[in-house]
């Protein structure tokens, strides 16, 4: 789906009507379900920009719609149509999160006005000069819908001066994020400057982040800029900020609250205009219970806290991911891979990855680098990921896991065509709606997806 495109939700088969025409007459790409349940569906195959939904559905209703939505993807706004008589429970739901709601019968003007609010909300449109809609997140690989709503929250938090703390395990891209909304923000001309504090000594990183004056200590030789100052009228990226010793998170702190920084063996201090952005894979609610990270600091590090999911959970990105990492790999070592075998990648969406995106990164590298032809064998993989046996589920866990991400992968490949999937799984198109229907997915939901 696009950014213009809306998940309209109503049991009521005029209303769909009506509204549908009325969005699709203002140059919306509408997507029309008469349920809850389906508009679930529809959300597993791709990200709509806005969700207008009924608030009084048979099964689940609206509200128990905007709640499930709002646990998945939080930065997805939702406009609530209401009759007249559930007016009070809209508002109760505005201050639950939903974007706004609209009483039936509606007017048209108000709908449309609301829905380009939220829709230039979830594109995350941006101040001049930060950066094209597509440029600031060049890097960032991914088909996930998972992803797309952390990067939505990340271009709406990217143009406030406020202070960002990334969490995520290691190798899922936190670096990555943080240059993608420094890219975003009204800084984006100024510099950005990533510091990596576990990887540098302790008794360098005083020195390194604050900077030092000629003859402050023995070795100290010439005037060197901190870090910090370097960073001046842009942006900071503290990696690993749950490394820092806790004598060097009080003079870090004393920076952030006076907006100035006083180099090692200097008699005054320097102004300094940084936005901080900072990032760990520590658990730091451990960390500051047991007195190894300073709390005061936390709270004014982590004033919007941004989560990066694991490659595991976001297996719809590890094809597209492979697929860009071989290209640039091949070029880089002039190697003949041009692509994985079937089976290969097979193996690439069924691995742990505990490593995630820097281990995939570095599986790539390897099999580019053996492969003796221009597809690359599953045995090379497999050699690559050296993964032990992980403990198994059910049998019927499995095979409902199975099967959902079958039917939504080969959806995905056929755009929505039923005879074409049905054709590819070797079943006929009545027991591949069988099948569909089982598991609650609409062909129409994937041919909007793929365009």
Known sequence: MNGRTILLVDDDPDILKLV?????????????????????????????????????????????????????????????????????????????????FLPKPFDGKLL??????????????SEPGSGDAGEWRRDIVTRSPKMEDLLQQARRVAQSGASVFIRG??????????????????????????????????????????????????????????????????TLFLDEIGDMPVSLQAKLLRVLQEREVRPVGAAQAIPVDVRVISATHRDIDAEMKEGRFREDLYYRLNVVSLELPPLSERREDIVPLAAHFLKATAANYKGSAEAFAPEALDLLLAASWPGNVRQLLNVVEQVV????????????????????????ASLEESRRAFEREYLVRILRMTGGNVT??????QRNRT????LLERHALEPKLFKAAKR
């Open 112 to 125: 449309l006005e609301q829905v380009e609010q939220a829709c230039r909300l979830s594109a995350g449109v």
């Open 20 to 100: 549908s025409m009325r969005l699709t007459g203002a140059g919306y790409e509408v997507v029309t379900v008469d349920s809850a349940e389906r508009a679930l569906a529809a959300l597993a195959a791709a990200r709509p920009a806005l969700v207008i939904t009924d608030l009084r559905m048979g099964g689940m209703d609206g509200l128990a719609l905007f709640e499930a939505i709002h646990r998945q993807a939080p930065a997805l706004p939702v406009i609530v149509l209401t009759a007249h008589g559930t007016i009070p429970d809209a508002v109760a739901a505005t201050k639950r999160g939903v974007f706004g």
């Open 169 to 234: 395990a290691s190798g899922t891209g936190k670096e990555l994020l943080a240059r993608a909304i420094h890219r975003a923000s009204p800084r984006a001309q100024g510099p950005f400057v990533a510091v990596n504090c576990a990887a540098i000594p302790e008794g360098l990183l005083e020195s390194e982040l604050f900077g030092h004056r000629k003859g402050a200590f023995t070795g100290a030789n010439y005037d060197h800029t901190g870090l910090i100052p370097a960073a001046d009228g842009g």
């Open 431 to 434: 027991e591949f709606y069988k």
């Open 369 to 392: 680098a053996l492969s003796p032809s221009g597809i690359i064998p599953a045995s090379l993989v497999q050699q690559a990921l050296r993964e032990e046996p992980q403990p198994l």
């Open 420 to 425: 074409q999937a049905a054709k590819l799984a």
